[in-house]
Each structure stands twice: as C-alpha cells, then as structure tokens.
C-alpha cells in the first residue's frame, strides 16, 4: 500500500507551482494512472515516491508518503552514465541478477519474449533500440522483490506484442501499480482509478482530481459537464446581460432627468432622487448577482495548430521508391529485401518486433528523402536529441535566424499550444518530453512540410494531447511515413500498414 498526503511540487526555476495538495491511497494490488499534460509534473511525482534526492536540482517538493517496503522504478530515460553501462552490470546493479534463479531468469524472458542471452551481453544498455531497452528494464523490475511499481511511460516503444502482454501482466499482477502512460487502450484496460493533475487559468492554478471510474467514462463524465456547465453559463451570462441593460437604461434616464429638472419643481428633484437611490440598490443586488453566475468550466484542453491549407501532395506523385536489399547497424543485418512505395497524400505505418531495424529504416528513408527538392520533408526521429540541442530554447530552435517575425511566429504558436513566457525561454533540455514533441510538431508545421517522417509520434504525447495529436494528423493532407505501436493512431490515422521483419516488409 502507498499513502500520499498533501503533495505539493514547485519548480525552483520560476517557483512555478505544478501540483498542490495532492493525496491518495494506492491499497494493495491496485493499479492507478497518473494522467495530465505534458510538464504537469506526473514524473517529478514518481522520481519523489522513489528518491526526494532525485527532484532535489530542479523541484521542491512538500508532503508525506508512507506504506511501501521496496519500490521498483522504471524510468522514461535512462539517467547520466546509464546509457553506457553494459546490460549484464546494470543488472547486477539493479536487481542482484546473478543471484536469481535459472528458473526465474527463464520464465521472465520467456515472458517479455526476450532471448536470454540479450541478459548476459556486455554492450551498453543505451545501444539497445527502445523496446528492447524498456525490456531489459521490465525484466530487471520482474526479478527484483518489490510490492510496489512506479512505471513512468512502460509502453513507449514496445511493440504490439509486447504492450498486450504489459496489459496481461498489469492485470494480474499481485503488486500495486502506479504508472504514467500516454497509452489510452492501456489506461482503459488496466487502470483501477485515476489521478489526474491539471494547470488550469493559463498554467496558473493547479488542480487534481482522483477519480474510481474508468477512464472512459471519467472523460465522458468531463466533457458532458464541462459542456453542460457552459451552457448554463452562457444562458445565465446572457440573462444577466439582459438585466444589466435594461438598469443602465433606468440609471441613465433618471439621472438625465435629474440633470435637466427645473429648480421650480422641488417636489420633482426630491422622487428623481427616491427614484435613483432604488435604482442604485438594483445596481448593488446585481452586482451580487453577477458574483454568483455559474463560470465557464476552466480545463486543460490539448490545443494545436493546424497545417495550412496549400501544404499537400499531390495525388499519383511518387513519393518514395525504396528498393533495399539489405538494412544493416552497427554490422548486423537487420531485414532483407525491403521494398516500400508511396504514392501521393498515403499515411503509411510500419509495425514490427522490437530490434527489427524500424528506426534504422525510417533513417534510411529520411536520408534519401531530406535533399529532394520537389518536397519538403520533415523528420520526426524516436530519439529527440538527434535534432533538439538541449541547450537551445524553443524560441531559438523554431526561429534560428532570429527574424523578427519569426520569432512573434513562434511565440503566438506556442502561445496557443498553451507554452508560458517562461517556458518558450527555458533550455530544451528543462521540458518535458512530451513538450520536447510538440516543439518537434510545431517545427514541422511552421516548416510546412508536405512529407512527414515520424518516429513513434504520440509516444511522449498524453492520453489527453493524443487525441488532438491524431486528429491533426490524419487530416493532413501531405503523405505521412511513421513508425508506430499506437493502437489508436493505426485505426485512426494510418491508410495503409505494413509489417517489418527480416525477410522485409508485408502490407497487412
């Protein structure tokens, strides 16, 4: 079991608060999903379950936990030396792993359907692919002996298989749960209740609410009474407005009428002046009034820009002809014979097992793309480091000539995306990695690239922004080359899906 009591969090860079006052009970083999924009501090939260010293540069953080003997973290990036670190070691480190059982050893590998020898390898973590990294650390959860996971973003970069077999695990699992996931078919399915964090007025005001429901109809619930608390709103507002009229159009012919009334008519001046003092009385009871109107609902709405109107391609342009016969890393052949053609405005999307060369394709692919001239490609990379210098703001990234006009471009964007002041100004590094996404996003839109190569697009994206993120997506009207696990952008975005292994790839 895990108690959390009056949590609040604030970010020591511009004493910003994220949370405040947040308190839950996690009880024994429960499963609860921390849900919430990007930058709300969901895995500031996590960090300080496991280590307050792990918040301690860049947060303070009030409150008390109590309740779990031993917890085991998976984290969304692997920290400072992590990366270079052989697999066998950081195992050893993290969860004694030459002491666990054959026994147990086979059945977790049999179980995430990982090749036991991947466990004894020297090479560093960091050169694994996303999947197989996120393995390496599910299995090391799996030996260690805990009662309680902190699981920040375990679906990201899994593949198909390996996300139903989380959604299994979750589900039957003895331990409690508390993990971020910007998986919605994940949270629907494996969730036993929610918290859900939000900065509402602008990033202004923090909010929290818990919630037993499932996470369907808890953002069905939302919606109908944010919507229904509008329309009373509205209504309320307009008849207000009425009232409010009809006042100033009394206040202003009595005291018209008092300006203009004849000295000679004394008895006239003392009922003008009854007459105002009763107006004036109305005027306070609305005022009153105007106190108690119900509020438009204050929520945390994903918002993004849209991709302009002439961005497209044309219907029946070849777009790709890739002809590879063989996909190699780092020495390794990875697939053979891969064949891909894309043909005007398609939304192609490549499925496959982790370690399949996915990634290295979707390179592989911008490489001979990026230098045409007769499009304009945009590169979406799993790996945001590969073209976000940490070191640079987002202002500086989205308009690096430092035009003037550029730069008020970038600010209104990100302005709308809800991004503060602060936060176009904050080193990349400061945010996010679903803030790190949408930089990446807007980049691609202000660029009005008709060409999209995307790595895992809503992989950093919350179940709340995903949908947005979706919908902006399969609306558009450029062709669209992504790498994705994501069941709801399949059904909803992708026009034709292929399946990647090492004999090449398969249209399903």
Request: hydrophobic share 40%.
């Amino acid at each position: 079991m895990l108690q959390v009591r009056n949590v609040t969090i604030i970010q020591k860079k511009d004493e910003h608060v994220l949370v405040e006052n947040l308190s839950f009970v996690l009880n024994d083999g429960e499963k609860a999903a921390l849900i919430g924009e990007e930058g709300n501090g969901k895995s500031t939260l996590l960090k300080w379950i496991v280590n307050p010293s792990l918040v301690e540069p860049y947060a303070d953080v009030s409150g008390e936990k109590t309740g779990s003997n031993v917890i085991g973290y998976l984290a969304q990036e692997l920290v400072g030396p992590e990366a270079g670190t052989p697999i066998y070691e950081w195992l050893e480190r993290n969860c004694s792993f030459p002491e666990r059982s054959p026994k147990a050893v086979s059945r977790v590998v049999k179980e995430l359907g990982i090749p036991s020898e991947l466990l004894l390898e020297s090479r560093p973590l960091g050169t694994l692919s996303g999947g197989e990294r996120i393995k390496v650390q599910l299995a090391a959860l799996l030996l260690k002996e805990c009662d309680l996971l902190l699981l920040d973003e375990p679906s990201n970069d899994l593949d198909l298989d390996t996300i139903e077999w989380l959604e299994g695990f979750l589900g039957r699992t003895e331990k409690s749960v508390l993990f971020v996931s910007h998986d919605e078919t994940l949270i629907e399915r494996t969730a036993d209740f929610l918290i859900h964090i939000e900065l509402v007025r602008r990033k202004t005001i923090p909010r929290v609410t818990v919630s037993r429901l499932p996470y369907r109809t808890y953002i069905g619930n939302r919606e109908r009474a944010f919507r229904h608390q509008a329309q009373v709103s509205e209504f309320e507002h307009a008849a207000y407005q009425k009232k409010k009229d009809r006042y100033l159009s009394v206040y202003q012919a009595v005291e018209h009428a008092q300006n203009t009334i004849s000295r000679a008519d004394p008895a006239g001046g003392r009922l003008l002046k009854k007459k105002m003092h009763s107006v004036q009385s109305l005027g306070k009871r609305l005022e009153k009034e105007a106190s108690e109107l119900t509020e438009q609902p204050e929520a945390e709405w994903a918002i993004l820009p849209k991709f302009e109107e002439g961005v497209f391609v044309k219907n029946g342009k070849t777009v790709l002809d890739l002809h590879l016969s063989d996909l190699t890393a780092d020495g390794r052949v990875l697939a053979s014979n891969l064949k891909l053609r894309v043909i005007g405005p398609e939304h192609i999307c490549i499925i496959g097992k982790n370690g399949c060369g996915k990634s290295t394709l979707l390179k592989e692919i911008a490489r001979q793309l990026l230098p045409r001239t007769d499009l304009s490609v945009g590169y979406m990379p799993q790996n945001y480091e590969d073209l976000l210098d940490p070191s640079l703001s987002p202002i500086a990234y989205l308009a690096p000539d430092g035009e003037k006009s550029a730069v008020t471009k970038a600010r209104i964007y990100l302005g709308s995306m809800k991004y503060t002041a602060e936060e176009a100004e904050h080193p990349m590094r400061q945010l996010s990695g679903g803030q790190r996404a949408k930089i990446l996003l807007l980049k691609l839109i202000l660029d009005r690239n008709n060409v999209l190569i995307l790595d895992e697009p809503t992989r950093n994206f919350s179940p709340l922004s995903a949908p947005a993120v979706r919908t902006l997506l399969r609306s558009f009207r450029g062709a669209i080359i992504a790498v994705s696990h994501d069941r709801k952008y399949l059904e909803e975005v992708a026009s034709t899906v292929y399946r990647m292994d090492q004999s090449g790839l398969v249209r399903i």
